[in-house]
């Protein structure tokens, strides 16, 4: 169960290429969601929000995917089909294809000049407010999740799959989907979301780090010490290094301040000797993602098929 298998990983990456994440399909996010809602609900009516009551609100919602999971592979082991199961299991995880296609959507109308609706799209895709951002702004927001979301999205899955197989992906996917539900700094879940956040960081502290040394190895690699020091003063242990390793892989500024809620947040600004962003470096931007997932794609089969080695001696 908790093996990895390079051909099931193989076959979830060539499967998020030709599909991407078909809509209305049973989903890893959207059942984590859905439950979420419910646990969160249902904890929530007579107990006052805690800490603790965060870490057993994640536990029910973990425990309950993870026991769904297992049901499962019981039925396809009984049936010979635990490769496919888990391939899709894998799969799901992974979202490389649906991002591109998402910041595509708010790159085509910033192109044609209608801010209107590249703000829109852009609401999709980042937490700040868009309403009034301007054409450089889009594009900073467009690029900046280009940047943190090829870990959580591409890296973050494949290390997980490599190191504990769809067991792991599962995992991985249902605790990221968990932090982007209740992992926020506000009065409703500033501590019943805590755990939520803290777990999710755990499991992205090595991927991160793997994406910003690729895309150093690829676009910048002289700049690494100041790509150190400059995500190391990110609020997250995480977003800062792959948004770094950004800025400096495009020669652009990013960072800097965000409104949430109509309420300012500063940021540290990555690459502060950087230009603007402007519209054509979102392409460039996905260009990099895809070398980037490639890059780890390739790597972390290695890693798959070099384990699966030692397995048969």
């Known amino acids: 169960m908790w093996r990895a298998d390079p051909s099931e990983i193989l076959a979830a990456i060539v499967l ?18 859905e439950l979420s809602v419910r646990y969160e609900g249902v ?87 868009t309403e009034a951002l301007s054409e450089p702004e889009i594009s900073r927001a467009a690029i900046e999740s280009v940047a943190e979301s090829l870990t959580d999205a591409i890296v973050a899955p494949l290390f997980w799959s490599v190191i504990a197989g769809g067991p792991g992906a599962l995992i991985y ?10 992992g926020h700094r506000t009065e409703a879940y500033e501590k019943f979301g805590k755990a939520s956040a803290r777990i999710d960081d755990l499991l992205n502290w090595a991927p991160a780090r793997i994406c910003a040394i690729f895309l150093c190895f690829f676009h910048s690699a002289r700049r690494w010490r100041a790509i150190c020091q400059e995500a190391a003063s990110h609020a997250s242990p995480n977003a800062g290094w792959s948004e770094a390793a950004m800025a400096y892989a495009l020669g652009v500024r990013l960072g800097g301040d965000n409104h949430y809620n109509r309420l300012c947040v500063r940021g540290p600004v990555f690459n502060p000797s950087g230009r603007a962003t402007c519209t054509m470096d979102i392409p460039r931007s996905l260009t990099r993602m895809w070398r980037v997932a490639g890059a780890c794609a390739g790597f972390f089969l290695l890693i798959s098929f070099f384990l699966s080695f030692l397995r048969l001696k």
């Open 43 to 129: 904890l929530t009516r007579r107990v006052q929000r805690s800490v603790t009551l965060g870490i057993v609100f994640w536990g029910l919602v973990t425990g309950t995917m993870f026991a769904g999971y297992t049901i499962a592979y019981w039925f396809c082991a009984r049936l010979g089909a635990t490769s496919l199961f888990n391939t899709l299991i894998i799969y799901q995880a992974i979202a490389a294809t649906d991002l591109h296609r998402h910041v595509r959507a708010v790159f085509q109308p910033l192109a044609a000049g209608d801010l209107v609706e590249a703000r829109s799209r852009l609401a999709w895709i980042v937490g700040r407010d």
């Open 173 to 182: 996917r249902t605790a990221n989907t968990l932090d982007s539900m209740v």
């Open 16 to 33: 998020d290429l030709l599909v991407g994440d078909p809509r209305g399909w049973p989903h890893i996010a959207r059942l984590t969601g």
